[in-house]
């Protein structure tokens, strides 16, 4: 939603391209540093008690960045809300994990990923179509997380935390000692993996499409990037059925596979047909990687701990989109765009290890039991 605004305000405000970029970069960062923290509040103190302020600091902030009067205002609310965004999605997977069980719980796992991958694909759109009228606009959307907020207070069950708090130091020391700590980190390794392979698609493809070889405008390359969230969130709605049918190791496998793939497919090809069937085969992998994933690391550790192991989860996730541009921009400047995808379709190759190293690591201790093929 932000992206389209970013010309717009460099253009009010006259700063450079390169101090423009801030305005999403103190966003991921306040992310990535606070995830960890709301998790350990989350687990310690309740999922509502750190859900709810969370929705409210993000409408806040976005309705400051909104009336902001200066660049360095945005920058702050925008760094203001990160820290929400921080204690919202890893808070949903969490209470996913809280409130369902078993094949179910992949099933709404795999709805969250759809819906996720929907709105990729129409946030640019939507924010495009609003700064059209004027950069301002798209951020008033964001005040909605507020009358969000007061439905999640009536809607989601009230916890009892009395007597379950323990020290810091013996719950962090929970994830040191843990049997399954091997499968954790491999599977946080995925979640960074898989982020950091479709950053090198929502960064470089306008790049290539946009650029001598193909020369589309940026309206188009906006539109074939839609076509990879559409396809992920049809894939993520069969998240279920595919659990019910193959094992998840071989799942993951088969989805990085793809992704894999569809980037050294970018490589190869010459004509725009070839760009689209590989972003409708990268759509499929990453649809079907993402509610897999998000699903077994909640089944990791038990509810006291949970929150606090899904936040760390999601740190990864924006340590990767943090980290393509800058492994893939040293390719870009260093050889050429098309070399991008066939870097990041390497990558890809060590993703697919990962899964399939995953497969006979021993289940967790604690927790809900774990699915059939942890076994």
Do not use: C
Not at 224 to 246: D, H, M, N, P, Y
């Amino acid at each position: 939603m932000v992206s389209p605004t970013l010309p717009a305000i460099m253009n009010s405000f006259g700063v450079s391209g390169r101090q423009i970029g801030w305005v999403m970069g103190v966003y991921t960062l306040a992310a990535a540093l606070f995830m960890p923290v709301i998790g350990v509040l989350a687990d310690r103190f309740g999922r509502k008690k750190a859900l709810i302020p969370a929705l409210v600091i993000n409408g806040l902030a976005g309705l400051g960045t909104a009336l902001s009067s200066s660049f360095e205002m945005i920058l702050f609310f925008r760094f203001l809300q990160g820290i929400g965004i921080a204690g919202m999605m890893p808070l949903v997977m969490t209470l996913v994990g809280d409130l369902y069980d078993g094949k179910e719980r992949v099933r709404v796992m795999g709805s969250i990923s759809a819906t996720t991958g929907m709105g990729s694909a129409l946030a640019p759109f939507i924010g495009g179509m609003l700064a059209g009228i004027v950069w301002r606009v798209p951020f008033f959307l964001y005040f909605l997380t507020i009358p969000l907020a007061l439905l999640i207070f009536f809607i989601i069950p009230k916890e009892d935390r009395a007597g379950k708090q323990k020290p810091l130091s013996s719950y962090l020391s929970l994830f040191v000692s843990a049997p399954n700590r091997v499968r954790i980190l491999g599977i946080m390794s995925m979640a960074l993996l898989s982020f950091l392979l479709l950053y090198s698609l929502i960064i470089y493809i306008p790049l290539l499409l946009t650029g001598s070889s193909y020369d589309l405008s940026e309206f188009w390359a906006g539109l074939f990037l839609a076509i990879q969230g559409i396809t992920s969130g049809i894939v993520s709605f069969q998240a279920r059925r595919l659990s019910e049918k193959f094992q998840r190791p071989h799942i993951l496998a088969a989805g990085f596979t793809l992704m894999s793939g569809a980037l050294f497919f970018i490589f190869f090809s010459s004509a725009l047909w070839q760009i689209i069937t590989a972003l409708l085969i990268f759509g499929s992998g990453f649809g079907s990687v993402q509610p897999q994933i998000n699903t077994w690391i909640t089944e990791q550790v038990g509810g006291p701990q949970r929150g606090g192991l899904v936040s760390l989860f999601n740190t990864m996730k924006y340590v990767g989109q943090t980290l393509s541009p800058l492994l893939f921009g040293a390719v870009l400047a260093g050889v050429s765009v098309e070399m991008v995808f066939a870097a990041a379709g390497i990558i890809g190759i060590a993703s697919i290890t990962a899964a399939f190293s995953l497969k006979y690591t021993r289940p967790p201790k604690t927790g809900p039991t774990p699915h059939k093929e942890d076994e």
